[in-house]
């Protein structure tokens, strides 16, 4: 009986790691082809809250029009990388008008991001390409969405990240019952961020 239980035990442990591998393999893939807007507040008073949003607002307006025929990830982040100058003039001109002397960086760069849950889907821990804008400090209360497959650019269902990612890749950001191998997920990719300083 004692063999009986030892042999189910690593049968069953066997098929979690291998759920487990599959699933962080997939998590990995998005962080490849996902790219994302990452704005972060001076800080978390009201005030830099509100600005944050204000400039949120502003820049997704002003940029939804280059992002309407994107066909791949790669092309968002050529043309967001050719238009960094008028991202971060526009971003500091909101600031600005707002009474604000803060200053505004705008770059693309690869950054980590915890589990993120957004309405009707969730992106996995991981090290995603982002557009960043700061604010002053940039020590407050951050803000992201996804710009590629748009969500928060030109559109906001599901129904345009099923057009652009594998079925497998759908299926983690959209699914219910996944959430405690986010958790796994994300502490294995803070253990690797960790080790890759």
Known sequence: MKIFMRILILV?????????????NTCSKLEKDVFRLHILANSDSKADQTLKMKVRD?????ISPLY??????????????KNLPLIENKAQQIVSLSGYDYD??????????DTRYYDDFTMPAGFYDSLTITIGEAQ?????CVMYPSLCVGASSKL???????????????????VY?????????????????
């Open 58 to 62: 502003e820049i997704i307006s002003e």
């Open 181 to 197: 191998k986010f958790k796994i997920v994300e502490y294995y990719e803070k253990i690797c961020s960790y080790f890759n300083r």
């Open 12 to 24: 069953f442990t066997v098929a979690v790691m291998v759920s487990l591998v599959t699933f962080e």
């Open 68 to 81: 309407v025929d994107v066909q791949n990830k790669e092309e968002a982040m050529k043309i967001t990388k």
């Open 104 to 113: 505004v960086n705008a770059m693309v760069k690869n950054e980590f991001f």
């Open 160 to 178: 345009n990240m099923k057009e652009d990612l594998s079925d497998d890749e759908y299926r983690v950001i959209t699914s219910d019952d996944v």
């Open 140 to 144: 407050g209360k951050n803000w992201w």
